[in-house]
């Protein structure tokens, strides 16, 4: 009878295994979502010692344009995704790294849906914690920060855009005029507008002095017009540093900690 029940009780154990090994699965993982019939895939970063009791911080990244496809791998090469693979012991949250079609652009609205998609499924998934929700990315992923941000106040308890903007850079606006349509005009009022939508919203900028693809006076501007307006802006240019500033950015002893004190 004893044998019985032992091995009744070791078939149990056996048969529930897969199922708790898949609710504590770590790391990178592969995930897709569906928006409007069209499927897509993305990442999601869960740290090692993630447990399903509470809830969690987290952040959504978002690529820059030579991370664009449909692999749903790329846009783990660049940016935060590394940073984690660096030294994944800073990261004590959740991470959600969508990707932007080829052609497309994050400031779009078929993009942001999807991006913002990939981040409710996760939230929902692994126990996100809405309070302690934040957004970041870096080139077209900055602009795309700025964009959500601004169009859903309240939503992220900080924002860190990252060598981005609001004004589509010149050259972009004369081979891809169907995305210009997406961009904000250079204008004072421009930027007013995206401050005030803002409001309290933390934002740190991050941007290189030397920066000739995405030039910094836009970061500048946003960053005196959030000033002007109240808002709780932080503004960091590296000086003599091109576009690539987000491995710097994401490697600042005080990113992590600045964001996770922050809370809707």
């Not at 891809?176 to 930027?191: E, V």
């Amino acid at each position: 009878m004893r044998s019985l029940v032992l091995c009744s009780f070791l078939a149990l154990s056996l048969a529930s295994a897969p199922h708790s090994a898949a609710r504590t699965e770590t790391g990178f993982l592969d995930r897709t979502i569906s928006v409007q019939g069209t499927t897509y895939k993305y990442q999601v970063f869960v740290p090692d010692d993630w447990s399903p009791g509470q809830k969690w911080p987290i952040i959504l990244f978002l690529h820059g344009a030579g991370e664009r496809g449909s692999d749903g791998l790329l846009e783990t090469a660049v940016g935060l995704p590394q940073a984690v693979r660096l030294d994944r012991s800073r990261f004590k949250t959740i991470v959600v790294m969508p990707q932007c079609l080829k052609e497309s652009w994050w400031p779009t609205p078929q993009m942001e849906e999807m991006a913002l998609a990939a981040l409710s499924a996760a939230t929902k998934e692994f126990k996100g914690d809405p309070k302690r929700t934040y957004l970041t990315g870096l080139s077209m992923g900055g602009y795309g920060s700025w964009d959500i941000a601004a169009k859903y106040p309240g939503k992220f308890a900080a924002v860190v855009p990252i060598c981005g903007g609001i004004v589509m850079p010149a050259h972009l606006k004369e081979t891809r005029p169907d995305l210009a349509a997406n961009s904000y005009p250079d204008d004072p009022k421009s930027y007013a507008e995206v401050a005030k939508k803002l409001g309290k919203t933390p934002v740190w900028i991050f941007h290189g002095g030397s920066d000739d693809t995405v030039p910094p006076e836009g970061s500048r501007k946003l960053n005196d017009a959030l000033k002007a307006a109240g808002g709780d802006v932080r503004y960091t240019e590296y000086p003599g540093v091109g576009h690539n500033s987000w491995d710097r950015a994401y490697a600042e002893p005080d990113f992590m900690p600045w964001l996770l004190s922050k809370h809707l």
